[in-house]
């Protein structure tokens, strides 16, 4: 039976900002699914990850009408051949945004984040740059499978913060890997087994930081279709104040 993925996508300017810096993408041929949270500012956080989508659908676009192309990196031998065409997917994203901002003056300093799946054979390959972030929905529980690049995580991970450390850290906002700072970028990749029913859900900090997980898990689950739930969690993310874009994407596994 092949695989078999049902998505939905939707992006919010939110509350507080005057324009949406997100960018997402749902290329349903290649069941790819990623999501881009620019930054910058005066519109070039917004010029990085559309210039980070572009380039990874293009890739992949690319690579699938000629597996002999050129590769613009070295594969690495100790992982599949899907798991080197999304991460170099992502690497190529970083390179395209690193020179539009050597390039002009007023993208200097641009970056994005970059966090999505790509579904093959059995599996999901989970790859991410930055804090968006990527859930699996089974069984009735959540399960964060990206960890963040932040500050914040770092200092979680070295000091062992307090929840009230936690809550109150004045630089939640800091990212320590993104899209766009050098011309070439670590990108994190994870393997996981699927099965039918099984939600991805990828999304940006403007609903992970404004929605407990707890409250994105009831949302989904009780939803009646993967539209209704897009806009729903965008709408909690909002009525908790809505500080940030808002970018989700849903992909439910149906059959393998």
Known sequence: MPLAISSEGLTDVGIKRTHNEDNFLVLEEENLFVVADGMGGHSSGEIASQIAVEAIQNFFKATRQDEEITWPYKMDKNRHYDENRFIMSIKLANLRIFEAAQREARYRGMGTTAAGMCFVEGAALVAHVGDSRVYMIR?????????????????????????????????????????GMKDNVLVDLSRNVIQPGDIFLACSDGLSGMVTDPEMLQIVTSAPDLKTACKQLIDAANKAGGVDNITVILARVDSI
Do not use: M, W
Request: overall charge negative.
């Open 139 to 179: 069984n009735g529980a959540i399960n964060q499978i990206t960890e963040d690049h932040s500050l914040l995580n770092d200092y979680i991970k070295a000091k062992k913060l307090t929840q009230e450390e936690i809550d109150n850290f004045p630089h939640k906002n800091v990212i320590v890997r993104a899209l």
